[in-house]
């Protein structure tokens, strides 16, 4: 399928994605023509450029449009929070989401003193590293499916005067599961971020271990597969942050996605802290590694809530 300008009656256009068919299709845009994750498409007849940007694509979030004839962007109810459990970007926040409260336990374990039990401070820390360490794998794979699945096409349209955009899959596209697909800078972030959750699961499932196999040597299968693995996430962080940044050193202050990229740095710094000061220490004082992994936790924590926003707010604000 290839793009085509179209100019369709608002009576005769179908049903694109979930879209009503009240409209009147501008342009479909291929994605594939794009050379990086930042594009501007032009449709000259319309005087409309649609700046396009993986991530908000990806996420199927709208793109910042510029018109000549000043008509109205759509705009819509900012919402802090909302349930779509038809969509899968919705799904990766909220298993991040939930990951990162499963950590900010197993942080405030060690750190707070009310928690001195000895039955608590054994096997909360354990168990607790277990889940979710295995929700962050699921996260990250889920983040790997979105990729693979991600819509091919973006579709300009009005309706009621309005100008909308929206991410659009081509006509015989089949959910995928497992595979691979033309390396992008979004493949090689998600990449990176399911390599460094599926190493990062090794020392939670070992720590579990370590406790009735003391023998087992802790630091090769413990504590530096914590910090590869939060190497790994350091790297996916930052090259998200880039996805959404007009240039390498200009940040994008004003974009949730740069933001959320922000915060997950700061997590991955503070996994890898972790493993650092628990290496440094052993077993012996764990307080500045559960020091770490709270304040890691936490950064963990706003950066899935912002990228649940980002999701529930399709329209905004920088897609407006």
Same mark, same amino acid.
């Given at each position: 399928?290839?793009?085509?300008?179209?100019?369709?009656?608002? !009576?005769?256009?179908?049903?694109?994605?979930?879209?009503?068919?009240?409209?009147?299709?501008?342009?479909?845009?291929?994605?594939?023509?794009?050379? !990086?994750?930042?594009?501007?498409?032009?449709?000259?007849?319309?005087?409309?450029?649609?700046?396009?940007?993986?991530?908000?694509?990806?996420?199927?979030? *709208?793109?910042?449009?510029?018109?000549?004839?000043?008509?109205?962007?759509?705009?819509?109810?900012?919402?802090?929070?909302?349930?779509?459990?038809? *969509?899968?970007?919705? =799904?990766?926040?909220?298993?991040?989401?939930? #990951?990162?409260?499963?950590?900010?336990?197993?942080?405030?374990?060690?750190?707070?003193?009310?928690?001195?039990?000895?039955?608590?401070?054994?096997?909360?820390?354990?168990?607790?590293?277990?889940?979710?360490?295995?929700?962050?794998?699921?996260?990250?794979?889920? *983040?790997?499916?979105?990729?693979?699945?991600?819509?091919?096409?973006?579709?300009?349209?009005?309706?009621?005067?309005?100008?909308? !955009?929206?991410?659009?899959?081509?006509?015989?596209?089949?959910?995928? =599961?497992?595979?691979?697909?033309?390396?992008?800078?979004?493949?090689?972030?998600?990449?990176?971020?399911?390599?460094?959750?599926?190493?990062?699961?090794?020392?939670?499932?070992? #720590?579990?271990?370590?406790?009735?196999?003391?023998?087992?040597?802790?630091?090769?299968?413990?504590?530096?597969?914590?910090?590869?693995?939060?190497?790994?996430?350091?790297?996916?962080?930052?090259? $998200?942050?880039?996805?959404?940044?007009?240039?390498?050193?200009?940040?994008?202050?004003?974009?949730?996605?740069?933001? $959320?990229?922000?915060?997950?740095?700061?997590?991955?710094?503070?996994?890898?802290?972790?493993?650092?000061?628990?290496?440094? $220490?052993?077993?012996?004082?764990?307080?500045?590694?559960?020091? *770490?992994?709270?304040?890691?936790?936490?950064?963990?924590?706003?950066?899935?809530?912002?990228?649940?926003?980002?999701?529930?707010?399709?329209?905004?604000?920088?897609?407006?």
């Amino acid at each position: 399928m290839t793009s085509q300008p179209r100019d369709r009656s608002p !009576s005769s256009a179908p049903i694109v994605d979930g879209i009503e068919p009240l409209l009147r299709e501008l342009r479909r845009f291929d994605t594939a023509e794009a050379a !990086s994750f930042e594009h501007v498409f032009r449709h000259a007849e319309e005087g409309i450029e649609l700046h396009w940007n993986a991530r908000n694509h990806r996420k199927r979030r *709208s793109h910042p449009l510029r018109m000549a004839d000043g008509i109205g962007i759509a705009r819509a109810p900012y919402r802090l929070l909302a349930v779509q459990w038809r *969509s899968l970007s919705w =799904w990766v926040a909220a298993a991040f989401t939930v #990951g990162s409260l499963v950590w900010l336990v197993n942080g405030l374990v060690i750190v707070l003193p009310f928690t001195n039990a000895p039955m608590i401070k054994a096997e909360v820390p354990i168990w607790s590293a277990v889940v979710g360490g295995g929700i962050f794998l699921i996260g990250a794979y889920l *983040s790997w499916l979105e990729v693979l699945n991600a819509p091919r096409y973006v579709l300009l349209y009005r309706t009621g005067g309005v100008a909308h !955009s929206r991410a659009v899959h081509a006509d015989d596209h089949h959910f995928r =599961w497992l595979g691979l697909r033309p390396p992008t800078w979004g493949y090689w972030l998600n990449l990176a971020q399911l390599l460094g959750a599926t190493i990062f699961f090794l020392p939670c499932v070992m #720590g579990a271990l370590l406790t009735a196999h003391p023998a087992i040597n802790a630091f090769d299968w413990y504590w530096l597969p914590q910090m590869i693995g939060a190497i790994w996430f350091i790297i996916a962080a930052w090259m $998200s942050m880039r996805e959404v940044q007009p240039t390498v050193l200009r940040p994008a202050w004003n974009k949730l996605g740069w933001w $959320s990229g922000l915060f997950n740095l700061l997590g991955a710094i503070g996994f890898f802290l972790c493993a650092w000061f628990g290496f440094k $220490s052993g077993f012996e004082n764990p307080l500045l590694s559960g020091l *770490s992994t709270f304040l890691g936790s936490v950064w963990f924590l706003i950066a899935s809530y912002l990228m649940l926003l980002e999701v529930i707010n399709p329209e905004g604000p920088e897609g407006r």
